[in-house]
């Protein structure tokens, strides 16, 4: 059983459109992430969910809307897509407190936006 | 944050000890030392985490000098399978700590393992 995982894992579409990418754990954590990895490898934390609350959002555009309909599930819509988008999204999961704090990641899923 | 530096990139053959060394010399009293690792087209995988001192566990060794701004990730008898890129993070090590939440993976170190 995959312990996070994520679809689709690859993305293309056009410059304008909307996309979502979903992300589901299995592994009964409370703290949801997604991070977003650009072409040189620099992996940085978009948002972060905490049993469905929103509890970082690290200035990422409005044009990015993140939903957690359940502590399993965090889904990243993204509206208007521009060609600087295109990168690999990762959605992680780990414990809140009381553990070490390892994350658990996705397989990523590759947007390109043409 | 305590911003972390790494080398960009290694070389190494089977068989080799890899010794990766990361500073941190903004380290807070709180933070907490983890490296990753990832292989091509997959997400990071946790390695290791340490506080101070010595960890060692079935794949690889921490070793972490008293003042704690700096940190080397050793890898005994590497294998080709070991090509990868590492990554160091510093911060609090569970998600309800101030900093955690917003821990970015550098660059990383890109280790080559030849045969």
């Known amino acids: 059983d995959t312990a996070v995982s994520q679809t689709p894992k690859y993305l293309v579409t056009q410059m304008g459109n909307d996309k979502s990418i979903k992300c589901e754990q299995n592994?009964?954590?409370?703290?949801m992430y997604w991070y977003k990895q650009d072409s040189k490898k620099f992996l940085k934390i978009m948002f972060s969910?905490?049993?469905?609350?929103?509890?970082i959002n690290e200035t990422v555009p409005n044009r990015f809307s993140p939903k957690s309909p359940d502590k399993a599930h965090l889904n990243l819509h993204i509206n208007s897509l521009e060609l600087g988008d295109s990168a690999v999204y990762f959605c992680?999961?780990?414990?809140?407190?009381?553990?070490?704090?390892?994350?658990?990641f996705g397989e990523g899923s590759r947007l390109t936006v043409l | 944050l305590a911003k972390t530096t790494q080398p960009i990139s290694m070389d190494s053959y089977e068989g080799q000890e890899v010794n990766i060394t990361c500073s941190h010399n903004?380290?807070?009293?709180?933070?907490?030392i983890t490296w990753y690792q990832q292989f091509p087209s997959q997400g990071p995988r946790f390695i290791i985490q340490?506080?101070?001192t010595k960890v060692t566990n079935e794949v690889a060794s921490l070793f972490i000098p008293a003042d704690r701004k700096s940190s080397t990730l050793s890898l005994p008898r590497v294998s080709l399978s070991d090509t990868a890129v590492y990554y160091c993070?510093?911060?609090?090590?569970?998600?309800?700590?101030?900093?955690?939440?917003?821990?970015?993976f550098g660059q990383g170190t890109i280790l080559t393992v030849h045969p």
């Open positions: 992680a999961s780990s414990h809140y407190s009381g553990h070490t704090g390892e994350l658990f």
């Open positions: 903004n380290i807070a009293t709180n933070d907490y």
């Open positions: 592994l009964g954590h409370d703290t």
């Open positions: 340490g506080y101070k």
């Open positions: 969910y905490n049993n469905k609350e929103l509890i």
């Open positions: 993070l510093v911060g609090e090590n569970n998600a309800g700590g101030t900093s955690y939440g917003k821990l970015t």
